[in-house]
T-cell receptor
Framework: EAGVAQSPRYKIIEKRQSVAFWCNPI?????LYWYQQILGQGPKLLIQ????????DSQLPKDRFSAERLKGVDSTLKIQPAKLEDSAVYLC??????????????FGPGTRLTVT | AQSVAQPEDQVNVAEGNPLTVKCTYSVSGNPYLFWYVQYPNRGLQFLLKYITGDNLVKGSYGFEAEFNKSQTSFHLKKPSALVSDSALYFC???????????FGSGTKLNVKP
């Protein structure tokens, strides 16, 4: 089966500009996650969707970050305006369903964002 | 608060030797534990998981991990390391009925020929 797709793979922007990342999860996976991975750290959950509804966005900086998953399939994460500290790899992951006890997550290749 | 600790930023082993990457956790319920590997410029790749049952779980590429409830640990092991095992390894925990994963900070494994 096809894996989690993300684009672009790399993005360089100046601070105060805006940027958007796209993710297409594995077909049939109801749960979608966006993570931020800063160099030298583990992934930090930004937002979690179950179908097209938000399950957890407690760590999403809502003054500048937004995300949507309108049709319960692919998703977009946006940053506006970007700050230097937003430089990181943004990972998208999916899993079959929310309540599945044993399901692991399947990760995309990530988007490396550099803010200058 | 739930947390995962990987006490070693880096582990160095010689090819052919056994390797251990350590992970300890702190959770307020029954944990489900996972190991992921990350190669340069790639996403995380699932290695193995502990849900219930036998404390020794076997996963991909010859890796295994031992769940120790009394020590709240879930160390990753391999009997004989390969140079191609060199990568970044992440331990993660999630709780029953919660689909939120908590990741450790990662351990860089260097296997030298």
């Amino acid at each position: 089966e096809a894996g989690v797709a993300q684009s672009p793979r790399y993005k360089i922007i100046e601070k105060r500009q805006s940027v958007a990342f796209w993710c297409n999860p594995i077909s049939g996976h109801a749960t979608l996650y966006w993570y931020q991975q800063i160099l030298g750290q583990g992934p930090k959950l930004l937002i979690q969707f179950q179908n097209n509804g938000v399950v957890d966005d407690s760590q999403l900086p809502k003054d500048r970050f937004s995300a949507e998953r309108l049709k319960g399939v692919d998703s977009t994460l946006k940053i506006q305006p970007a700050k230097l500290e937003d430089s990181a790899v943004y990972l998208c992951a999916s899993s079959p369903r929310l309540a599945g006890v044993s399901y692991e997550q399947y990760f995309g290749p990530g988007t490396r964002l550099t803010v200058t | 608060a739930q947390s995962v600790a990987q006490p070693e930023d880096q582990v160095n082993v010689a090819e052919g030797n056994p390797l251990t990457v350590k992970c300890t956790y702190s959770v307020s319920g029954n944990p489900y534990l996972f190991w992921y590997v990350q190669y340069p410029n790639r996403g995380l790749q699932f290695l193995l998981k502990y849900i219930t049952g036998d404390n020794l779980v076997k996963g991909s590429y010859g890796f295994e991990a031992e769940f120790n409830k009394s020590q709240t640990s879930f160390h990753l092991k391999k009997p004989s390391a390969l140079v191609s095992d060199s990568a970044l390894y992440f331990c993660a925990v999630r709780l029953y009925n919660f689909n939120k994963f908590y990741f450790g900070s990662g351990t860089k494994l260097n296997v030298k020929p």
